[in-house]
């Protein structure tokens, strides 16, 4: 008998958990008559700021947008502005740094964590460095203390790219454990629904601990306007958090840490159940929020063939590097310029992850990996 679809995720199910709570902000947003920029949003600064042990947050329409208005804000702009990042995680970054009209330069991760190789950023760096953006891929930090330590020898601010991991954590330097969002300069999230914290829609946000760079922040996302149309800040647009997808995110915050938690308890399951497998699985981690679950294999396209012909959900994020991605051909990077990212973007396979996903599908998804696994 054929079992039943394991789906790659879905959003209904965690809605269906806080349904009354979502419709209850919701009707209190219709019913204020405001909009933009007003009381839900103010609280969930607030709140997210709280959360993530920062002192200031920013909410912005998308995280793609957070990414571009902090490197204004850090006048990481123009043509003799280089900004160091990663390419294996899709091109956002890329994105960005190009609409800041600078240049991106695009260095290797280290293999065990797909995240940013502190050793190659110190040889990339150059007297045109104006930030480091590393990248919190698939709910793991970077290496944020090696990186920081870099940064801070060179005086080089650090964006840190946190859409993928609200909540995660490591240790710092004192012993303590420190989330995403308080390492570098600035940090950018994004609430794109199937994140760990996602809206309803589109959202974004900012943390920094400089009031200095918040207010300038404020003032991008509002058409650089210091006060009501008197325009104090070039480069500015239109890039709100709107009220209806603050309140929403609001009720979703509280909901955040036992989502981890069951997104971690899960990630045990195929940790468990795959541990035999001729696979590579996530390099453990006590601060990892496991947004994806991405294993490796050197079969990964039989594999996934496999998995969608038993109804079994998975995708690959992301499939092409952003330096061999056609439309940044201009770049001038090689293929083989960065041999990590590279065959990584060749082995790897997400899993189904989210934290309404029941132990029996967990067992269905991981049989099946099994089954492609030893044809
Ligand atoms: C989703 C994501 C973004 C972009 O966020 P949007 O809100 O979709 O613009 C940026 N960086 C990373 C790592 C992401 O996963």
């Known amino acids: 008998m054929e079992s039943p679809a394991v789906p790659f995720g879905d959003l209904r199910r965690q809605n269906a958990v806080m349904r009354a709570e979502l419709d209850a902000a919701m009707a209190r947003v219709i019913e204020s008559g405001w909009y933009i920029l007003g009381r839900e949003v103010a609280s969930f600064e607030e709140e997210f700021a709280a959360y993530c042990g920062a002192a200031l947050c920013v909410g912005v329409a998308s995280g793609a947008e957070a990414l571009y208005l902090a490197l204004a804000a850090l006048d990481a702009v123009g043509p003799d502005a280089e900004v160091i990042t990663v390419a294996n995680a899709c091109m956002y970054q890329v994105a960005a740094i190009l609409q800041a009209g600078a240049r991106p330069v695009l260095i290797d991760v280290d293999p065990m964590t797909h ?29 944020m203390p090696a990186i920081m330590a870099i940064a801070d020898r060179h005086g080089i601010p650090v964006v840190e790219d946190a859409a993928q991991a609200h909540g995660a954590w490591l240790f710092g330097t004192d012993g303590h454990p420190r989330k995403a969002g308080v390492w570098g300069a600035i940090a950018c999230f994004s609430f794109y629904p199937s994140k760990n914290l996602g809206a309803l829609g589109d959202g974004g946000a900012l943390t920094t601990s400089d009031p200095e760079i918040a207010a300038r922040l404020r003032r991008l996302r509002m058409y650089g306007w210091g006060s009501k149309y008197h325009t104090r800040e070039p480069g500015g647009r239109n890039s709100r958090l709107d009220e209806l997808q603050a309140a929403l995110l609001r009720v979703k915050l509280r909901y955040l840490d036992a989502g981890n938690a069951a997104r971690r308890e899960r990630a045990s399951w195929y940790a468990e159940l795959l541990a035999a497998a001729p696979l590579t699985l996530p390099s453990p981690d006590h601060g990892h929020v496991y947004h994806l679950y991405v294993i490796e294999s050197s079969q990964r396209d039989l594999l996934r063939s496999h998995l969608q012909a038993r109804g079994v959900g998975c995708d690959v994020h992301y499939p092409e590097p952003a330096h061999l991605q056609p439309a940044y051909a201009d770049l001038g990077y090689a293929p083989g310029s960065l041999p990590h990212t590279e065959t990584l973007a060749g ?27 030893s044809r």
């Open 115 to 143: 995240t940013m190789d502190p050793q190659a950023l110190e040889a990339a760096i150059s007297s045109r460095t104006r930030a480091i953006m590393p990248v919190h891929l698939f709910g793991r930090l970077a290496d």
């Open 347 to 373: 082995r790897i396979l997400s899993l189904p992850m989210f934290p309404e996903l029941s132990r029996v599908e967990v067992e269905r998804v991981a049989a099946v990996v099994i089954e492609g696994v």
